[in-house]
């Protein structure tokens, strides 16, 4: 069991999708995450096992080698889409209620804003760490995280902003969201969102990366 999991850890961390998948090249011709998850569940090993010992660690290890500079988008979207050829096999197990997730995110870009790049990468990690993503998309206004949220109580939010004209409706967003939802966290970020912005606009946490954002969340549930 320890083999296979090492080997789905090896593909989720250098971004081995499948078989046919020729990136890495050095493993171009080999199962990928796709074929070994498969294989794992088929042998007998738990959603859970896998989740918990192969992908989660290997997407932490992602997070961190991006959050060092040692790696930078197009790898950490190689390591994402691996993950998510992994989780096409796990997920019926959250579905049928085997398999338990750590919480959940919803997340959004902001009012007037259809930069997606970033906040997909963030939705992509949050998940491969254990964490069900409700993905709203983009140019997303608040009574649609208001809606959002009433449907899923206890959720955390999650805003993303690319601009500097589109940044600035998150402090409406968050007063409102605050007012009537005060104890779900909010987390924010996006290439001109600041540490001092975050404090200014009362959310609750700004993180500069997808790996900040999971670390956070996992934080929430200790
Ligand atoms: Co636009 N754009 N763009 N653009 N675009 C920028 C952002 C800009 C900096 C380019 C420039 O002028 N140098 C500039 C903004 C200037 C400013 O506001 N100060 C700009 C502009 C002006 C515009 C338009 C207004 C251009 C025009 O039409 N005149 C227009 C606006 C459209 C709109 O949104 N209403 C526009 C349009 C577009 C495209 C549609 C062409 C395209 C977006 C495609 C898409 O997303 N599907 C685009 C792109 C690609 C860019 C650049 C080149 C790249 C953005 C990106 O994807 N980066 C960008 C310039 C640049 O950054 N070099 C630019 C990669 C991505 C992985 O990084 O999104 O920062 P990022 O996400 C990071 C972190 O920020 C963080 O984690 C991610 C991974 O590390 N993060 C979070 C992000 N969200 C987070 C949430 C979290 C936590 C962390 O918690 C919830």
Redesign the pocket.
């Known amino acids: 069991m320890t083999e296979i999991l090492n080997s789905i850890s090896r593909c989720i961390e250098y971004g081995k999708i499948d078989r046919a998948c020729p990136y890495p090249p050095d493993m171009k011709g080999q199962d990928g995450a796709d074929e070994l998850t498969k294989l794992a569940i088929e042998s007998g090993v738990t959603p859970d096992q896998i989740l918990e010992i192969a992908l989660i660690p290997a997407m932490a290890i992602v997070g961190d080698k991006?959050s060092r500079k040692e790696i930078y988008?197009p790898q950490?979207l190689m390591s994402a889409k691996s993950m998510n050829s992994a989780m096409k096999h796990i997920k019926p197990f959250f579905q049928s209620g085997e398999t338990k997730r750590k919480g959940k995110?919803i997340?959004g870009?902001v009012a007037?804003?259809?930069?997606?790049?970033?906040?997909n990468?963030?939705a992509m990690m949050i998940e491969g760490g254990g964490w069900e993503v409700l993905d709203l998309g983009?140019?997303v206004g608040t009574d649609k995280f208001l809606k959002a949220l009433e449907e899923n109580p206890g959720a955390a939010i999650?805003?993303?902003?690319?601009?500097?004209?589109?940044?600035v409706n998150m402090k409406e967003m968050v007063k409102i969201i605050k007012d009537k939802y005060t104890d779900n966290k909010i987390?924010?970020?996006?290439?001109?969102?600041t540490m001092e912005y975050c404090q200014e606009i009362g959310a609750d946490?700004?993180?500069?990366?997808?790996q900040?954002?999971v670390n956070y969340l996992n934080q929430q549930i200790q």
């Open positions: 991006f988008v950490m995110l997340i870009t007037g804003d259809l930069h997606d790049i970033g906040k990468l963030v983009v140019d999650g805003l993303s902003a690319l601009l500097t004209t589109t940044m987390l924010i970020g996006g290439a001109p969102v946490f700004y993180s500069p990366d997808p900040g954002a």
